[in-house]
């Protein structure tokens, strides 16, 4: 959608002096507007404003009018100004709403609840999608069989298929209503089944061809860039070869290489390499999705991950990373097979046959580090079932694979794929891998941002569980380790959460509370603020967060949603321009 324009000024005689001090107003310094400009639609006033620059906090006023924030003064200077309503802050934080920048909500937000009640009340007012998968680009293949669908569903999944299919994804989500903005990157799995099918091996020159000028369209369309999840088929059929001849595409769109690594366990290292020579050949910045080293055998590596950003950084390489506050993280329990068992589309075929499920025994027996194993990184004691929906399989929902195991009299790995194959799905699941000290250390680092890697949920219709992340990420950081622990500043958590984000995805006019920019806007008390959702009871909302506005439109209201739907398509540096 084009950027929108400020509206001018209306023309008046001043005196110097009154234009000095209309000037100090907009640098948000000193006087207050004059009283002849049409009234504010909301002044939030007598809070500590926490404007996402990492700057000091300090006691100012924030006022809106449309869907932009209109002044960002010192406290008291609004005082008379005229206001269709004012919100009192005093005790309060008022900072630039949240920026999630591993959303896992694409089809909430195209065909379920738009609301994101479990991200809007950690103060989220945008969501970034794609990471390893995209509704688009799409084929008629990839979609599969339509017909069981509703008619409107069938229509906007076909609507995708077209050359322009990015950009009516992000139209669609738009459309339809939805409480946060939205942007995504083309998922790389996607693309590869896009030129490839299921298919395993090096592509070819068409195929190559294909996702090149697949992936050059949906930048144009306003794509942030290639999100690659490399754990995952089709994702990790692709070669390091490939990504760097697929990501060059985006380079001069000013695309981003944004990866879940190869390994972030015993290989974490030889992925982090992989990913930076990607960058590097690519012509492209790196982005790290939630950076950690998995597995207690891997949790020394942690500074020689971090020195491997830093050396990069210092020859001039893009790398940054982001992560969530968590020690366990959650994928599907497919994560503990070899990827080729996905092949072709056969998982289900594969593991019904016994001959191959012998095969797949002897190939996790036999420790290899070509591909990720998370039942063995976590352990079957650290691996929770998260969500089972098969009336025989969902009494094991919630537990240990290895009480589910004993329970079934097999073993955890025939468990696991009696599991996947009796509900026909990957099955959702937590996987404890990660180290306390080390969750506390990655966030002190500069180069880091924040991003749940879970999608919004209401807790009041959800039936399964989930992580807690999705419904406690913010809020955790705020409270547990800014007020309790003092890990890091109040000032610092907001930036990786706002513009430390928004710079990093080029995401104009967001990010930061200032005159102009738009008015996404989260208020929270800095006193009470805290998650309450836990890995066994994670459906429960955070408390803290009392007000957020998207787009000068408030959806959360005395940490209540209001069900308003004012989200917008946000979109990368290529969109902007080839318009």
Same mark, same amino acid.
């Given at each position: 959608? &084009?950027?929108? !324009?400020? &509206? ?11 234009? !000095? ?6 640098? =948000? ?22 404007? =996402? ?7 100012? /006023? ?18 008379? %100004? @005229?206001?269709?309503? @004012? ?52 084929? %008629? ?8 669908? &509703? ?25 339809? =209503? ?46 942030? =860039? ?25 380079? $001069? ?59 990069? @950084? ?34 289900? /075929? ?19 580090? /070509? ?19 098969? $009336?025989?399989?969902? $009494? ?62 209401? +807790? ?14 913010? &809020? ?13 500043? !109040? ?40 998650? @309450?959702?836990?890995?066994?009871? +994670? ?41």
């Amino acid at each position: 959608m &084009p950027r929108l !324009l400020r &509206p001018a000024a209306p023309r008046r005689v001043v005196t110097l002096a009154l234009a !000095l001090a209309l000037a100090a107003c907009r640098a =948000g310094t000193t006087a207050s507007p004059a009283p002849a400009e049409a009234p504010y639609d909301l002044v939030i006033e007598n809070g500590r404003v926490v404007d =996402g620059t990492g700057n000091a906090w300090y006691s100012g /006023d924030v006022a809106v009018r449309g869907d932009r924030i209109a002044a960002v003064v010192p406290r008291g200077l609004l005082r008379q %100004a @005229r206001a269709a309503r @004012r919100v009192d802050a005093t005790g309060l934080v008022v900072a630039p709403g949240f920026i999630d920048i591993q959303g896992q909500s694409g089809n909430s937000l195209l065909f379920g609840d738009g609301r994101l009640v479990s991200k809007v009340t950690q103060g989220v007012t945008t969501e970034i999608l794609g990471e390893g998968s995209s509704f688009a680009p799409a084929t %008629a293949a990839m979609q599969g069989d339509l017909g069981a669908r &509703p008619p409107a569903q069938r229509a906007t999944l076909e609507s995708l298929r077209g050359p322009r299919g990015f950009d009516a994804w992000l139209r669609a989500m738009e459309s339809r =209503g939805v409480s946060v903005n939205v942007g995504a990157f083309v998922g790389a799995g996607t693309l590869r089944e896009y030129g490839m099918g299921m298919a395993m091996g090096v592509a070819g020159a068409a195929a190559l061809d294909s996702m090149r000028a697949a992936l050059a369209r949906a930048m144009q369309d306003g794509a942030l =860039g290639l999100g690659s999840a490399l754990i995952y088929p089709p994702g990790n059929f692709a070669g390091t070869a490939e990504l760097v001849a697929v990501s060059r595409a985006m380079a $001069p769109h000013g695309g981003i290489y944004i990866t879940h690594l190869r390994s972030e366990a015993d290989a974490i290292l030889e992925a982090m390499d992989e990913a930076i020579r990607i960058g590097r050949e690519a012509g492209v910045p790196v982005e790290i999705f939630h950076l950690k080293p998995a597995g207690q055998a891997n949790w020394a590596k942690w500074p020689a991950v971090v020195a491997k950003i830093d050396s990069a @950084r210092r020859v001039g390489l893009d790398v940054q990373a982001t992560m969530y506050p968590y020690t366990a993280g959650a994928t599907g329990l497919t994560s503990c097979l070899p990827p080729w068992t996905s092949a072709d589309g056969k998982l289900f /075929d594969n593991l019904a046959d016994s001959a191959v499920r012998a095969r797949i025994r002897a190939e996790v027996a036999r420790e290899t580090k /070509d591909w990720e194993d998370l039942c063995a990184q976590a352990t079957p004691a650290g691996v929770m079932v998260s969500d089972l929906r098969t $009336p025989a399989l969902r $009494p094991y929902a919630g537990k240990r694979l290895s009480e589910i195991a004993a329970a079934m009299g097999r073993t955890p790995l025939d468990a696991a794929m009696d599991l996947i194959l009796g509900e026909r799905r990957r099955v959702e699941t937590t996987y404890f891998l990660m180290s306390e000290e080390n969750v506390r250390r990655n966030l002190q680092q500069p180069w880091m941002k924040i991003g749940t890697d879970a999608g919004g949920l209401d +807790p009041d219709s959800t039936r399964t569980l989930t992580h807690p992340r999705a419904f406690g990420t913010y &809020p955790r950081i705020l409270g547990r380790y800014v007020r309790d622990e003092g890990a890091l500043t !109040l000032e610092e958590a907001v930036r990786k959460m706002t513009s430390a984000v928004a710079t990093r995805l080029s995401l104009a006019d967001r990010g930061l509370l200032r005159e102009g920019g738009f008015a996404d806007i989260t208020v929270f008390d800095p006193a009470t603020i805290a998650d @309450r959702a836990t890995y066994e009871q +994670p459906l429960q909302l955070s408390v803290g967060v009392r007000h957020v506005w998207v787009n000068g439109t408030q959806v959360l209201q005395d940490g209540r949603h209001t069900g308003a739907t004012p989200g917008r398509a946000v979109r990368g540096p290529g969109w902007r321009a080839a318009r």
